[in-house]
């Protein structure tokens, strides 16, 4: 962050204000004077080296927050909304893209809000208010950069008292669920259960789980059925903070915050992060380790921002074969990667389909020049299969490379070395060279010329 200017008055003024500070008050405890941190909330000076760490050592501000906290998003996500044909013929370019979240940085976020709406407001036969409830739940676990620190905090506390009555994680949910609420768990075969997976079966007091779960998942049933019991007050609580407006989005919500409790069970906090820290986040040895499967890893991975013991900041999406997302978390990445709907084919996210089972790694860079180590791999999830097909994603984890130095992955690979160069998906790219293209960048001038063909079926105009 040093390298680069950053103008970031709005997430100065957001942090000033959470605190309830004037600029007076702030400026005295940053020692600098209240003019000059006028001209930072202002974007009208950029945030010093020295300036960051005083912020990071006064009000535990994490740097890397920054960008998730952009208004829309940041310059990129707003550009990829321009993108859209509705406003092609505007030809805004980015430096006016930089100026407006600077001069007017309210506006863009109202702009960034209504646009979205705007776009799922098309959708018919209540698909427009399944996808709002999906973005808004989302949006909140992004507000939370994907960590609960109460939620992690009573499941380490449970997590210690189960470890003391048996080391078998699951035998130990299951007898305090048999002595402490009555509750038997009963494996029941496949075509008694042909479509559901988990079942609570009050009048009989039993938790049902069908036999198709490996260990893995018959583990987080039982640690999930656990948190609808004992984390249920902790959960409320954030549901009713998080103010979500419709009941489908509520219960998307609670269904989230619950599984976030279950995985910390598995995953206690401390321990995981220490596991982390010791195997260079080896993500076969945490599999094995905490009895996990790679998914519940890799999303784990995300929610480590502790206040005092943070871990890296991963991002991670799963897509299917089609190159659609159903799960998307940045945590503190402040990764684009994460945002656009659209992926770029030369990321190996895709390729991982053609290696089931095994680890891709890649080195990326994107347009604006941040580079990215991503590891990719393809999961099943649990579940009988349908004829002759069986459900198939590939889970994509990311880190910033310049923080990816001391990863067990990154072994014999050199970091500052060749990346390959993509983008968020060809509407929102604008490299011109790229064999791989599939339409023009939106908003660009396409040029044709009939006594030359270049590498790339679409040649387009700049900015």
Same mark, same amino acid.
């Given at each position: 962050?040093?390298?680069? #200017? ?35 909330? #202002? ?46 013929? &505007? ?10 979240? *600077? ?58 008292? &189960? ?16 002595? #402490?609420?009555?509750?038997? =768990? ?39 059925? +656990? ?8 959960? %409320?609580? &954030? ?12 219960? +998307? ?30 993500? %076969? ?39 659609? *997302? ?19 084919? &030369? ?60 990863? *067990? ?6 970091? #500052?070395?060749?990346?390959?160069? =993509? ?41």
């Amino acid at each position: 962050m040093a390298e680069r #200017k950053i103008l970031a008055g709005h997430a100065v003024r957001r942090l000033r204000r959470r605190e309830g500070l004037t600029q007076a008050a702030m400026a005295e405890m940053l020692a600098i004077s209240p003019s000059y941190l006028n001209l930072v909330e #202002k974007n009208q000076r950029p945030l010093s080296a020295a300036l960051l760490v005083k912020l990071a050592e006064t009000f535990d501000f994490d740097p890397r927050a920054l960008a998730a906290g952009e208004p829309g998003g940041g310059a990129a996500a707003i550009r990829r909304r321009l993108a859209d044909p509705l406003f092609a013929d &505007l030809e805004i370019d980015r430096n006016e893209v930089e100026e407006w979240l *600077a001069g007017a940085p309210g506006g863009a976020e109202a702009f960034a809000r209504a646009f979205d709406r705007m776009g799922l407001a098309t959708g018919t036969d209540g698909t427009a208010a399944a996808a709002d409830s999906i973005a808004e739940v989302r949006r909140e676990i992004e507000r939370w950069r994907g960590h609960f620190a109460d939620l992690d905090a009573v499941a380490e506390t449970l997590a210690d008292e &189960l470890r003391l009555g048996a080391g078998d994680l699951y035998g130990a949910i299951a007898e305090r669920l048999r002595v #402490k609420h009555q509750l038997t =768990i009963r494996i029941l075969p496949v075509d008694v259960m042909p479509d559901l997976l988990r079942r609570t079966d009050l009048h009989a007091r039993q938790l049902q789980l069908s036999e198709t779960l490996d260990p893995a998942s018959r583990t987080f049933a039982a640690a999930y059925q +656990l948190a609808q019991i004992e984390a249920r007050e902790d959960i %409320e609580a &954030l549901v009713r903070g998080a103010g979500i407006g419709d009941r489908a989005g509520e219960r +998307l919500y609670r269904r989230y915050l619950t599984s976030y409790f279950a995985a910390a069970v598995m995953m206690p906090y401390a321990r995981f992060l220490r596991a982390c820290e010791a195997t260079g986040y080896d993500l %076969e040895l945490l599999q094995r380790r905490f009895g996990a499967g790679f998914e519940q890893v890799a999303h784990r991975l995300t929610t480590l921002q502790r206040v005092g013991a943070r871990g890296l900041p991963f991002f991670m999406v799963r897509i299917d074969r089609a190159g659609q *997302a159903s799960k998307r978390f940045s945590g503190a990445s402040a990764s684009p990667m994460t945002e656009s709907d659209s992926r770029c084919p &030369l990321w190996r996210v895709h390729h991982a389909f053609d290696r089931p089972g095994e680890l891709t790694v890649q080195l990326v860079e994107l347009e604006d020049g941040a580079r990215w180590l991503t590891l990719s791999r393809t999961v099943t999830p649990q579940g009988r299969q349908y004829g002759s097909v069986r459900a198939q994603f590939a889970v994509g984890l990311g880190l910033a490379a310049d923080l990816a130095t001391g990863l *067990a992955a990154v072994r014999g690979i050199d970091l #500052k070395g060749e990346a390959t160069p =993509i983008g968020l998906g060809c509407r929102a790219c604008g490299r011109s060279a790229c064999p791989q293209r599939s339409a023009p960048p939106a908003g660009r001038a396409l040029l044709i010329n009939e006594r030359e063909r270049g590498v790339s079926a679409f040649t387009f105009g700049g900015d």
